[in-house]
């Protein structure tokens, strides 16, 4: 945004850190979070109108307004309030619908009359990126989905009909799963899987951007939260495909990022700004390296099919239960498990599934949903009579922290 007054956070990025920024914002002052042992001339950089430290005293040699808060007193608004608009004396002009606009301006000064990949999954961030940037540069825009094999049952089609034929996208589709199953075979490590496919994907955007020709610039929707959880002064847990996980050596010009200060509810207001639909819109979180990190261990295509079956019985008996739009997330995850049952009287040796739901508004802290008794055990019933391949179901009832959303 122009003109854009910030406030900085210094914390450890953990849930109150992160309640505190989104209370900034809500409240119309644009908040950056940053690790409490942040220099000052990494501070001096963002040029902030004031500071919050949370849980520590580091103000020596700070000139600017300051608040200090303790977490066991949680978050008082008018104390909030008082800070940002008497002491920092801000305007409050950060909104959803100015960020939208100035984005898109931004992007037409950056971008225009250059070509853009866009790396577009399906998912809400980077449908929303591709939007900003199809409204900023229009055909100059040329969206790539990659498919690596590793998504969900029919999405691939169901992408291609949404934004080539219905939103006019430039949209270009290859099929690389043979290369991704190649790359990742015999990998079990979990870091190593996102590592393999970020790098993979860069490839093969490469690859396309040969093609198409020159190309400046490739873009991707990596948001806050990502961001947040990949550099955490508490140590990475985990390695995000479009952040951590990217190698050093990219052959684009630059990476643009357009939602990297947002979250995820914020994302989701921005996607409403656009004109895009609720469908769109509310549709729930992937992950970028998609089902490689829903099967714990090693991938095989066998893997694949088992769980791409049952994962889709599950979100079909989660929409006829009228859940879909209540539950932020719910997928199934299969597990490398294997344990003694019985089908059709006869004696069987297969997988265990777990069925995960879980209520977040930005993936940095969840709560696990208490889905109806009935509801999953229909899910449960259809999947064990339904798909080959597994003979035991449990249901996760872990919260982030300490868990995380997905099982890698």
Request: net charge neutral.
């Amino acid at each position: 945004m122009k003109d854009l007054q910030k406030v900085v956070i210094l914390g450890s990025g953990d849930k109150y850190c992160l309640e505190v920024a989104r209370k900034v914002r809500e409240l119309g002052v644009f908040s950056e979070i940053l690790p409490s042992a942040a220099s000052a001339e990494k501070i001096a950089e963002i040029q902030p109108i004031g500071a919050i430290f949370i849980d520590f005293d580091n103000k020596a040699g700070f000139t600017l307004p300051t608040l200090y808060l303790n977490k066991q007193e949680g978050i008082n608004e008018n104390m909030l309030k008082d800070f940002l608009f008497t002491s920092c004396k801000a305007k409050g002009n950060w909104s959803i619908k100015a960020f939208a606009q100035d984005m898109v301006e931004y992007l037409k000064a950056k971008a225009g009359g250059k070509k853009v990949l866009c790396a577009l999954s399906g998912g809400v961030d980077s449908a929303v990126c591709a939007m900003l940037l199809h409204k900023a540069i229009g055909r100059n825009l040329i969206c790539v989905l990659v498919d690596h094999g590793l998504m969900r049952k029919g999405e691939v089609q169901e992408i291609i009909n949404e934004y080539k034929n219905n939103l006019d996208m430039n949209l270009i589709c290859t099929d690389a799963s043979s290369l991704f199953l190649e790359r990742l075979k015999g990998v079990a490590d979990p870091e190593k899987k996102r590592k393999i496919i970020g790098e993979t994907f860069i490839r093969v955007f490469e690859a396309e951007a040969k093609k198409i020709g020159k190309v400046d610039f490739l873009a991707q929707g990596t948001i806050y939260p990502d961001v947040i959880e990949s550099i955490s002064e508490k140590g990475v847990v985990k390695s995000h495909h479009n952040v951590g996980g990217l190698p050093d050596v990219v052959d684009f010009k630059e990476i643009i990022e357009p939602l990297k200060d947002l979250f995820k509810d914020e994302v989701r207001q921005v996607g409403c700004e656009l004109g895009l639909t609720k469908n769109i819109v509310m549709r729930q979180p992937f992950p970028g390296p998609g089902l490689a990190i829903r099967i714990i261990g090693k991938i095989t295509k066998k893997k694949l099919n088992i769980l791409r079956d049952a994962d889709y019985i599950f979100r079909e008996e989660i929409a006829k239960a009228d859940l879909d739009t209540k539950i932020w997330q719910y997928f199934t995850v299969l597990t490398p498990m294997r344990s003694v049952g019985i089908k059709d009287g006869v004696r069987t040796y297969d997988y265990t599934l777990i069925l995960r739901a879980v209520h977040s508004t930005d993936a940095m802290s969840a709560q696990w949903a208490r889905i109806p008794y009935e509801v999953l055990e229909q899910a449960a019933s259809r999947i064990l009579n339904e798909v080959a391949g597994i003979n035991r179901i449990a249901y996760d009832i872990t919260s982030k922290p300490p868990a995380t959303i997905e099982w890698e």
